[in-house]
């Protein structure tokens, strides 16, 4: 059963707070999911213990050295 006598322009300004910290926080989430998905690529090196390996971009077939 729903309220009978809604204000929706209270609701709005009383809800802004709460969902600008919601959004604030899933900037921050996605920012710092960005930033670990660049941190784990650059601090890789590379697949290792391979006899031979394959580049995935190019096909290119590499013995170790």
């Given at each position: 059963?729903?309220a009978p006598d809604?204000?929706?322009?209270?609701?709005?300004?009383?809800?802004?707070?709460p969902l600008g910290?919601?959004?604030?926080?899933?900037?921050?989430?996605?920012?710092?999911?960005?930033?670990?998905?660049?941190?784990?690529?650059?601090?890789?090196?590379g697949p290792e213990?391979?006899?031979?390996?394959?580049?995935?971009?190019?096909?290119?077939?590499?013995?170790?050295?």
């Amino acid at each position: 059963m729903s309220a009978p006598d809604t204000n929706l322009e209270k609701q709005k300004r009383r809800h802004k707070g709460p969902l600008g910290g919601m959004k604030l926080v899933l900037g921050l989430v996605a920012l710092l999911f960005a930033a670990f998905v660049i941190w784990s690529f650059a601090a890789s090196d590379g697949p290792e213990g391979a006899e031979t390996q394959v580049d995935g971009r190019t096909g290119e077939v590499t013995e170790p050295e």
